[in-house]
């Protein structure tokens, strides 16, 4: 039986930010000569800065996934761009969850708008399949460590965290551990199967 290629990555960014992001291009590096692909969603392309509804992301990272084929990709990014990641991978925009997937990287997950944690973004959680990784940190006002732990408990499969100690939500100066995460993460996917198991 031949071993399965090791997995890709697909990294979208934050709302504010584009794919020339300093944390994704540490990534990149980090996971070098691995292919990585940094993607900007199409309301960034034409100028605006407004995001586009969901629907509309989601289908902008379907389109992105298209590119890859059939290799096994691990796809996510910061903040926003890793949510809807996330909730193409459980299959919120109505259709199935892509096969290629084997893995979310969740750098700085906005669990909440800030100072509204009743707004939780939980509601695709129980229909991730895949392992997930979730950077984020200790200081995030769109989420706190015990938000966050208490959380992903709704995904069934593996979930790890590493916690950027005293980091807010942009995780300023911090690009080089987070790479190296994402790196060790992607690393360890490299033959893995995904399937249940118990959280880091």
């Known amino acids: 039986m031949s071993r399965p290629t090791s997995p890709s990555l697909l990294l979208f960014p934050g709302a504010g930010s584009s794919a020339s992001h300093p944390s994704l291009l540490a990534v990149e590096a980090a996971v070098a000569p691995r292919p990585c692909v940094r993607a900007d969603f199409p309301y960034r392309r034409a100028g605006r800065r407004a995001p586009d509804r969901a629907p509309i992301l989601m289908a902008a990272v379907r389109d992105e996934l298209t ?19 996330s909730m193409v991978a459980a299959g919120a925009d109505g259709l199935a969850p892509p096969t290629s997937v084997v893995g979310l990287v969740l750098i700085a997950y906005p669990l909440h708008p800030p100072g509204r944690p009743d707004r939780l973004r939980t509601e695709h959680l129980p229909a991730i399949e895949v392992p ?12 706190t460590p ?3 732990r208490a959380a992903t408990e709704l995904i069934p499969a593996p979930v790890e965290h590493v916690w950027i100690d005293g980091g807010t939500h942009d995780l300023r100066g911090a690009d080089e551990r987070v790479a190296a995460a994402v790196a060790e993460f992607v690393s360890g996917l490299g033959a893995r199967r995904p399937a249940a198991g118990p959280r880091g």
């Open 146 to 148: 015990d938000e966050l």
């Open 132 to 143: 997930c990784l979730f950077v984020s940190g200790t200081r995030d006002a769109f989420g």
């Open 67 to 85: 590119g890859f084929g059939r290799r096994r990709v691990v796809m996510g990014g910061r903040s926003m761009g890793g949510r809807i990641c």
